[in-house]
T-cell receptor, first 111, second 113 residues
């Protein structure tokens, strides 16, 4: 099946630094989603992207739908302690029930 | 507004036992699904339903059954638990399939001994 490669697998950054992570696919998607998961909870949707080239922001988070439709990027500016968690990308196609998830990027903030 | 509610939160089973993981949503969503989350593998779709009375298989359906008798509830059944089914299980719902982001429950952590 489709594979989503998410990188990096983990990040250790200092509070206030910017964060960048990306997700690449072996095939195209019509929708890219970014989720955050905190310990003991389910994933929570952060940003949804529906068009190639689209750039969407949600507060300090910015995500982009790659032009090739095979990749997506998430940036977090001026990180704060509550940004800690695992970030997942997911891809989906129109009329398809299946979300294909990446393996996650674990973000740790160093005080 | 409870959203998606999963019970139990934790469960330990012996190999061969059966059990049902419960999922309920109060958002009148048509689409519901079950995922399992394993270390290093992201979330994988087990079964899904596009409405009451309709279910279908996802990516990893073997060893699991589902039913959808009401819009609100979508239980997942393990008929004969195996150690390979040790995982965290998430239920999700959305208004429809097409481009609607899914709302996830908080998960059921299941260990099979």
């Amino acid at each position: 099946g489709q594979q989503l490669n998410q990188s990096p697998q983990s990040m250790f950054i200092q509070e206030g630094e910017d964060v960048s992570m990306n997700c690449t696919s072996s095939s195209i998607f019509n929708t890219w989603l970014w989720y955050k998961q905190e310990p003991g909870e389910g994933p929570v949707l952060l940003i949804a992207l529906y068009k190639a080239g689209e750039l969407t922001s949600n507060g300090r988070l910015t995500a982009q739908f790659g032009i090739t439709r095979k990749d997506s990027f998430l940036n977090i500016s001026a990180s704060i302690p509550s940004d800690v968690g695992i970030y997942f990308c997911a891809g989906r196609n129109f009329g398809n029930e299946k979300l294909t998830f990446g393996t996650g990027t674990r973000l740790t903030i160093i005080p | 507004n409870a959203g998606v509610t999963q019970t139990p939160k934790f469960q330990v089973l012996k190999t061969g036992q059966s059990m049902t993981l419960q999922c309920a949503q109060d958002m009148n969503h048509e689409y519901m699904s079950w995922y399992r989350q394993d270390p290093g593998m992201g979330l994988r779709l087990i079964h899904y339903s596009v409405g009451a009375g309709i279910t279908d298989q996802g990516e990893v359906p073997n060893g699991y059954n589902v039913s959808r008798s009401t819009t609100e509830d979508f239980p997942l059944r393990l008929l004969s638990a195996a150690p390979s089914q040790t995982s965290v299980y998430f239920c999700a719902s959305s208004y429809s399939i097409d481009n609607q982001p899914q709302h996830f429950g908080d998960g059921t952590r299941l260990s099979i001994l």
